[in-house]
Protein backbone atom coordinates (compact mmCIF):
# COMPACT_ATOMS: atom_id res chain seq x y z
CA UNK A 1 0.00 0.00 0.00
CA UNK A 2 1.28 3.64 -0.60
CA UNK A 3 2.26 5.83 1.62
CA UNK A 4 -0.14 8.49 2.10
CA UNK A 5 2.19 11.28 2.94
CA UNK A 6 5.69 11.82 0.50
CA UNK A 7 8.34 14.21 0.68
CA UNK A 8 8.02 15.46 -2.62
CA UNK A 9 4.27 16.27 -2.12
CA UNK A 10 5.02 18.20 0.87
CA UNK A 11 7.58 19.99 -0.99
CA UNK A 12 5.29 21.03 -3.79
CA UNK A 13 2.41 22.24 -1.16
CA UNK A 14 5.63 24.30 0.52
CA UNK A 15 6.75 25.62 -2.81
CA UNK A 16 2.79 26.61 -3.88
CA UNK A 17 2.63 28.31 -0.46
CA UNK A 18 5.72 30.10 -1.37
CA UNK A 19 4.91 31.25 -4.56
CA UNK A 20 0.94 32.35 -2.64
CA UNK A 21 2.94 34.57 0.08
CA UNK A 22 6.00 35.86 -1.96
CA UNK A 23 3.29 36.22 -4.68
CA UNK A 24 1.14 38.57 -2.47
CA UNK A 25 3.63 40.37 -1.24
CA UNK A 26 7.48 40.22 -0.32
CA UNK A 27 10.21 43.26 0.51
CA UNK A 28 11.65 42.91 -2.97
CA UNK A 29 8.42 45.41 -4.56
CA UNK A 30 8.43 42.02 -7.17
CA UNK A 31 4.88 40.94 -5.78
CA UNK A 32 0.89 41.85 -6.14
CA UNK A 33 0.58 44.39 -3.22
CA UNK A 34 3.42 46.51 -4.85
CA UNK A 35 1.69 46.31 -8.46
CA UNK A 36 -1.32 47.35 -7.08
CA UNK A 37 -0.16 50.01 -5.04
CA UNK A 38 2.57 51.76 -7.60
CA UNK A 39 2.49 55.06 -8.84
CA UNK A 40 0.43 55.73 -11.72
CA UNK A 41 -1.22 52.29 -11.84
CA UNK A 42 -4.92 52.24 -13.22
CA UNK A 43 -7.45 49.68 -11.53
CA UNK A 44 -8.50 47.14 -14.45
CA UNK A 45 -9.42 43.88 -15.58
CA UNK A 46 -6.11 42.32 -15.16
CA UNK A 47 -5.61 43.62 -11.32
CA UNK A 48 -9.14 42.18 -10.82
CA UNK A 49 -8.14 38.81 -12.30
CA UNK A 50 -5.20 38.30 -10.35
CA UNK A 51 -6.23 39.65 -7.23
CA UNK A 52 -8.98 37.00 -7.25
CA UNK A 53 -7.16 33.91 -8.27
CA UNK A 54 -4.77 35.04 -4.90
CA UNK A 55 -8.14 35.34 -2.97
CA UNK A 56 -8.95 32.06 -4.13
CA UNK A 57 -5.96 30.10 -3.10
CA UNK A 58 -5.37 31.87 0.41
CA UNK A 59 -8.89 30.97 1.01
CA UNK A 60 -8.29 27.35 0.22
CA UNK A 61 -4.95 27.40 2.01
CA UNK A 62 -6.36 29.28 5.04
CA UNK A 63 -9.33 27.00 5.32
CA UNK A 64 -6.99 23.55 4.70
CA UNK A 65 -4.88 25.24 7.73
CA UNK A 66 -7.62 26.24 9.82
CA UNK A 67 -9.34 22.83 9.65
CA UNK A 68 -6.30 20.78 10.27
CA UNK A 69 -4.35 22.76 12.51
CA UNK A 70 -7.06 24.48 14.41
CA UNK A 71 -6.00 28.12 16.10
CA UNK A 72 -3.68 25.93 18.59
CA UNK A 73 -1.77 23.87 16.32
CA UNK A 74 -1.31 27.61 14.29
CA UNK A 75 -0.28 28.75 17.64
CA UNK A 76 2.22 25.96 18.26
CA UNK A 77 3.46 25.99 15.16
CA UNK A 78 4.35 29.35 14.65
CA UNK A 79 5.78 29.25 18.87
CA UNK A 80 8.46 26.07 17.09
CA UNK A 81 9.23 27.92 14.50
CA UNK A 82 9.87 31.31 15.86
CA UNK A 83 11.82 29.33 18.56
CA UNK A 84 13.88 27.85 15.76
CA UNK A 85 14.59 31.39 14.58
CA UNK A 86 15.64 32.21 17.62
CA UNK A 87 17.98 29.47 18.21
CA UNK A 88 19.51 30.10 14.80
CA UNK A 89 19.79 34.02 15.99
CA UNK A 90 21.27 32.93 19.46
CA UNK A 91 23.77 31.02 18.08
CA UNK A 92 25.03 33.43 15.22
CA UNK A 93 23.45 31.79 12.41
CA UNK A 94 21.39 34.28 11.76
CA UNK A 95 21.02 38.17 12.46
CA UNK A 96 18.19 39.91 12.45
CA UNK A 97 19.72 43.36 12.16
CA UNK A 98 17.80 43.99 8.75
CA UNK A 99 14.53 44.31 8.21
CA UNK A 100 14.26 43.15 4.74
CA UNK A 101 15.64 39.86 6.63
CA UNK A 102 13.43 40.11 9.20
CA UNK A 103 10.50 39.94 6.30
CA UNK A 104 12.16 37.26 4.13
CA UNK A 105 12.01 35.08 7.50
CA UNK A 106 8.41 36.08 8.80
CA UNK A 107 6.77 35.44 4.90
CA UNK A 108 8.94 32.07 5.27
CA UNK A 109 7.22 31.19 8.37
CA UNK A 110 3.83 31.94 6.90
CA UNK A 111 4.15 29.88 3.95
CA UNK A 112 6.07 26.93 6.01
CA UNK A 113 2.61 26.52 8.25
CA UNK A 114 0.36 27.16 5.10
CA UNK A 115 2.13 23.69 3.78
CA UNK A 116 2.14 22.04 6.65
CA UNK A 117 -1.93 22.90 7.31
CA UNK A 118 -2.02 21.27 3.84
CA UNK A 119 -0.49 18.54 4.56
CA UNK A 120 -1.65 17.61 8.20
CA UNK A 121 -4.21 15.41 7.20
CA UNK A 122 -1.45 13.03 5.07
CA UNK A 123 1.22 13.30 7.77
CA UNK A 124 -1.59 12.75 11.18
CA UNK A 125 -2.31 9.45 8.79
CA UNK A 126 0.64 8.40 8.43
CA UNK A 127 1.96 8.93 12.07
CA UNK A 128 -1.73 7.41 13.95
CA UNK A 129 -3.47 5.82 10.62
CA UNK A 130 -6.26 7.89 11.48
CA UNK A 131 -8.25 8.93 8.74
CA UNK A 132 -9.26 12.92 8.95
CA UNK A 133 -12.78 13.82 7.17
CA UNK A 134 -14.89 17.01 6.44
CA UNK A 135 -18.86 16.35 8.42
CA UNK A 136 -20.25 16.42 5.07
CA UNK A 137 -24.29 16.97 5.50
CA UNK A 138 -25.22 14.31 3.13
CA UNK A 139 -29.30 15.08 3.21
CA UNK A 140 -30.39 12.26 5.20
CA UNK A 141 -31.61 12.32 8.72
Do not use: C, K
Request: overall charge negative.
Amino acid sequence: MASAFNAGGFLRRVAFALALVLGTYNPTHYSFVSWVTAEGVEFGPVILIVGVILLIAWIIYLRATFMSLGWLGIALGAALLGGIVWWFVDIGLLSLQSEHALSWIILVLIAVILAVGMSWSHIRRNMTGQVDTDDLDDGRG
